[in-house]
């Protein structure tokens, strides 16, 4: 649990580096999934329950997802060949959940330039929550 919040916390900041590189604003994806599932009505929340149900969001998926680098070290011996294989859950499932889930279109429509920044976000979560995990076992 430790690794997935860390590995959020480093994603996290890498969102906010790649936004003022980008000037795009800032991304409710996390909230609107969640929103949809508990039958909320996304629009008609006040920006600070957006703000607050992203961020809770964004860190309980990540959480989760850190669940996978224990389960994966059961089955991969090499540290580098976790990382990497971890880095890739992390970035297909992204790929795969924000467009069934209807918050997004599928990533053939989103550009290169896009695909390529969710690479980098999801990538950066999978990579250090299995480094931080890695650092952690005694």
């Known amino acids: 649990l430790v690794a997935g919040f860390l590995g959020t916390v480093l994603m996290t900041i890498s969102k906010y580096i790649e936004i003022g590189i980008t000037k795009r604003g800032s991304s409710f994806t996390p909230a609107i999934i969640l929103s949809r599932i508990l039958r909320l009505q996304f629009e008609a929340l006040s920006q600070r329950t957006k703000v607050a149900l992203n961020y809770f969001t964004h860190f309980g998926y990540g959480i989760l997802l850190g669940l996978l680098v224990p389960l994966l070290a059961l089955v991969i011996d090499s540290k580098a060949a976790l990382v ?53 076992l005694p």
């Open 84 to 136: 990497i294989v971890n880095g890739l859950i992390v970035w297909l499932q992204g790929l795969v959940v924000t467009p069934v889930l209807g918050s997004l279109p599928p990533p053939w429509k989103w550009g290169a330039k896009w695909v390529v920044i969710d690479a980098w976000h999801h990538f950066d979560l999978g990579i250090s929550t299995a480094n931080i995990y890695l650092l952690l």
